[in-house]
């Protein structure tokens, strides 16, 4: 078969190792791809954003299976255009991709099931919401309904601030009509988890937990990013837990879906909230999340191509996934300056040296390759991911990898998987 990942970040490059080790996989193609992706498939020069030129490119090419990777083009109904000329692909409908698209709609759902998330009301106007937000007092967090790459949310310790964030959503626009609407929520306590399954529209099936590590500095300090690391298994998702999640989130998500004929076929996403009085969906994502693909598909055992045309096809079953009994880590790379603005073009030395050590994997995230090196392009640079018989193993040989390499300014947090070791 011949397979077009659309993307071009860590998630990617995860999700491209892991098909070249399908027998059944004869050539893969990347859009736009990235340094390390370039390696081990041809990097077509199209955005991940482009659906009609991807489309274009997948009929000539004549693509069996397209793949997509970020939430963008799924949003922008990337798989209705596909599936409308009788392509494969694999990734949510544009009605079901509403899920992450809009905070109102993923609310709006969850109130309609009965699944757990925390309190809400929405408002179109920022003087409504401003009276809201000084009568319910703080801690309470704001969010942009539309997509905003990750710096939509708000979570506001004083009324100052919540009042500041209305102000940066719904007066000065920062995140365009993403800002139309609000969601005023209450704000949650608890250790949070990523809890993503495999659904075909009737079966869904879990992944392996994992937890990331959004904000930019160690102790969970400072702003939040896109994700400076994960690992997985994360042992605050007991089996139990597990068991509770896919009762209570997943299958009344993609039950509810199916009732609203918006059939859910894809991966889904709920990152989760462990309160003490059980789960709560703090949001959803239609996709892999990056960079928890990385530690999970480094555990998956199974032919992931087998499960995505089992998804896409609606034939999912429970024993097509299999996962190692190990732990894998992942520690995330990044330019200085990020989750700010960044300089790219910094030549990266020492990819080699990491990648021979054993049972470890550098996935590329913002790369490039020039004339003699392999420089940076993003703000997530790399996402050094080890395996391990346990999160320590994993812990001590992602690090040994990511101290190999070097660039201007990198930096990585120090305490990836710390919360699972204290356990
Ligand atoms: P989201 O993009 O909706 O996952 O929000 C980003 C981050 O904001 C989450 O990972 C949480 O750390 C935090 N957050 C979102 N909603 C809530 C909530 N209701 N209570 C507490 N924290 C929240
Ligand atoms: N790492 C969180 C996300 O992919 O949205």
Same mark, same amino acid.
């Given at each position: 078969?011949?397979?077009?990942?659309?993307?071009?970040?860590?998630?990617?490059?995860?999700?491209?190792?892991?098909?070249?080790?399908?027998?059944?996989?004869?050539?893969?193609?990347? %859009?736009? /791809?990235? *340094? #390390?992706?370039?390696?081990?498939? +041809?990097?077509?020069? &199209?955005?991940?954003?482009?659906?009609?030129?991807?489309?274009?490119?997948?009929?000539?090419?004549?693509?069996?299976?397209?793949?997509?990777?970020?939430?963008?083009?799924?949003?922008?109904?990337?798989?209705?255009?596909?599936?409308?000329?009788?392509?494969?692909?694999?990734?949510?409908?544009?009605?079901?991709?509403?899920?992450?698209?809009?905070?109102?709609?993923?609310?709006?759902?969850?109130?309609?099931?009965?699944?757990?998330?925390?309190?809400?009301?929405?408002?179109?106007?920022?003087?409504?919401?401003?009276?809201?937000?000084?009568?319910?007092?703080?801690?309470?967090?704001?969010?942009?309904?539309?997509?905003?790459?990750?710096?939509?949310?708000?979570?506001?310790?004083?009324?100052?601030?919540?009042?500041?964030?209305?102000?940066?959503?719904?007066?000065?626009? %920062?995140? /365009?009509? *993403? #800002?139309?609407?609000?969601?005023? +929520?209450?704000?949650? &306590?608890?250790?949070?988890?990523?809890?993503?399954?495999?659904?075909?529209?009737?079966?869904?099936?879990?992944?392996?937990?994992?937890?990331?590590?959004?904000?930019?500095?160690?102790?969970?300090?400072?702003?939040?990013?896109?994700?400076?690391?994960?690992?997985?298994?994360?042992?605050?998702?007991?089996?139990?837990?597990?068991?509770?999640?896919?009762?209570?989130?997943?299958?009344?998500?993609?039950?509810?879906?199916?009732?609203?004929?918006?059939?859910?076929?894809?991966?889904?996403?709920?990152?989760?909230?462990?309160?003490?009085?059980?789960?709560?969906?703090?949001?959803?994502?239609?996709?892999?999340?990056?960079?928890?693909?990385?530690?999970?598909?480094?555990?998956?055992?199974?032919?992931?191509?087998?499960?995505?045309?089992?998804?896409?096809?609606?034939?999912?079953?429970?024993?097509?996934?299999?996962?190692?009994?190990?732990?894998?880590?992942?520690?995330?790379?990044?330019?200085?300056?990020?989750?700010?603005?960044?300089?790219?073009?910094?030549?990266?030395?020492?990819?080699?040296?990491?990648?021979?050590?054993?049972?470890?994997?550098?996935?590329?995230?913002?790369?490039?390759?020039?004339?003699?090196?392999?420089?940076?392009?993003?703000?997530?640079?790399?996402?050094?991911?080890?395996?391990?018989?346990?999160?320590?193993?994993?812990?001590?040989?992602?690090?040994?990898?990511?101290?190999?390499?070097?660039?201007?300014?990198?930096?990585?947090?120090?305490?990836?998987?710390?919360?699972?070791?204290?356990?």
């Amino acid at each position: 078969m011949k397979v077009l990942v659309v993307g071009g970040g860590g998630r990617e490059h995860a999700l491209v190792w892991k098909l070249t080790q399908s027998k059944k996989v004869r050539k893969i193609f990347c %859009a736009p /791809g990235n *340094a #390390g992706i370039g390696k081990m498939a +041809e990097c077509v020069n &199209i955005k991940a954003d482009k659906v009609e030129e991807l489309l274009n490119f997948a009929r000539f090419e004549g693509i069996d299976l397209t793949v997509v990777g970020p939430e963008a083009p799924l949003t922008l109904g990337i798989v209705d255009l596909f599936e409308k000329e009788g392509k494969r692909v694999f990734g949510v409908s544009k009605a079901a991709a509403q899920l992450e698209g809009s905070k109102v709609f993923a609310k709006e759902l969850m109130r309609r099931y009965n699944i757990p998330s925390a309190e809400y009301k929405v408002f179109f106007s920022p003087i409504e919401a401003e009276k809201y937000v000084r009568m319910k007092g703080a801690p309470i967090i704001i969010k942009a309904d539309g997509l905003a790459a990750g710096k939509g949310v708000f979570v506001c310790t004083t009324v100052e601030e919540a009042v500041e964030a209305l102000d940066i959503i719904m007066r000065k626009r %920062a995140f /365009g009509a *993403a #800002g139309d609407r609000v969601v005023i +929520e209450e704000c949650l &306590i608890g250790e949070e988890a990523s809890f993503m399954a495999f659904s075909d529209g009737e079966t869904v099936v879990p992944m392996a937990s994992s937890q990331d590590h959004k904000r930019v500095f160690d102790n969970d300090k400072g702003p939040n990013t896109g994700g400076m690391g994960a690992y997985s298994p994360a042992p605050v998702v007991t089996p139990e837990m597990e068991e509770r999640i896919m009762r209570e989130v997943m299958l009344p998500t993609v039950r509810g879906m199916k009732q609203e004929r918006m059939p859910y076929k894809g991966v889904l996403y709920a990152g989760i909230m462990m309160t003490e009085s059980g789960p709560k969906v703090l949001e959803f994502n239609v996709r892999f999340g990056d960079p928890e693909a990385q530690p999970i598909l480094m555990r998956l055992d199974s032919d992931i191509l087998d499960i995505m045309l089992a998804v896409s096809d609606g034939t999912l079953k429970p024993e097509m996934v299999r996962w190692k009994n190990d732990a894998s880590v992942c520690i995330v790379a990044a330019a200085k300056g990020y989750p700010g603005s960044y300089e790219k073009g910094f030549p990266i030395t020492g990819l080699e040296e990491a990648a021979a050590m054993e049972n470890t994997f550098v996935f590329h995230a913002g790369t490039a390759d020039r004339k003699d090196a392999v420089v940076t392009n993003g703000g997530r640079v790399l996402g050094v991911t080890a395996i391990g018989q346990d999160v320590a193993e994993a812990i001590s040989r992602a690090y040994a990898a990511i101290t190999k390499i070097h660039f201007d300014g990198m930096h990585y947090r120090k305490d990836i998987g710390a919360r699972a070791l204290k356990r």
